[in-house]
């Protein structure tokens, strides 16, 4: 049996970058991404949510889905400990929503139209889809935590369309 080449072998870790923080921010943002918002009731009873780009499917059986949070955001703690939490899948016309969920030091719920979901996370009112997840497990990565949701309970509206976002701009017209 001869051994395999070196050269042959998987690498063992990664190579280091050869970009800045800057250039991988720019290349990340020319991939759309739907816009959603995730909301929670915190321990204390009180509401929390941001808007969210990095959401995805993770299996249809069970129903998982996953979004992730910089370990820094000031909603990390709420987030770790609810045992519930809603994505809520923005709409076009909801362009301003996705941006008071993303400001700092503000009530983003000012205003906001929402009712309770089955477990009490809030659901926005004109969202395109909502999901209802059980906050299943976390994986720290990086500069952030991966959530996986197990969806209890999912809605959406057929017609509506949805608010994207790429290369740091909400596109809202030309879907249909």
């Not at 000031?74 to 929503?97: D, F, K, P, W």
């Not at 700092?104 to 906001?112: E, H, L, P, T």
């Not at 497990?137 to 990086?142: F, K, L, T, Y």
């Amino acid at each position: 049996m001869n051994p395999t080449p070196a050269a042959a072998l998987p690498p063992t870790c990664a190579l280091p970058p050869d970009f800045s923080q800057s250039q991988f921010r720019h290349a990340l943002g020319q991939f759309a991404t739907g816009v959603t918002v995730v909301t929670a009731i915190n321990p204390a009873g009180g509401l929390v949510g941001l808007t969210v780009s990095s959401f995805n499917s993770v299996s249809l059986s069970p129903p998982l889905v996953l979004w992730s949070l910089a370990v820094k955001s000031g909603s990390m703690a709420a987030l770790l400990a609810c045992r519930h939490y809603a994505i809520n899948v923005l709409c076009a016309e909801q362009t301003t929503l996705a941006n008071q969920f993303a400001t700092k030091d503000i009530d983003r719920y000012a205003g906001v139209r929402w009712h309770p979901g089955q477990h009490g996370a809030p659901l926005i009112d004109g969202a395109v889809a909502t999901f209802e997840c059980f906050n299943r497990s976390r994986h720290e990565e990086g500069d952030h935590i991966i959530f996986v949701g197990e969806v209890e309970r999912c809605s959406h509206r057929d017609q509506a369309d949805p608010l994207l976002y790429h290369g740091g701009a909400f596109y809202t017209d030309g879907l249909r």
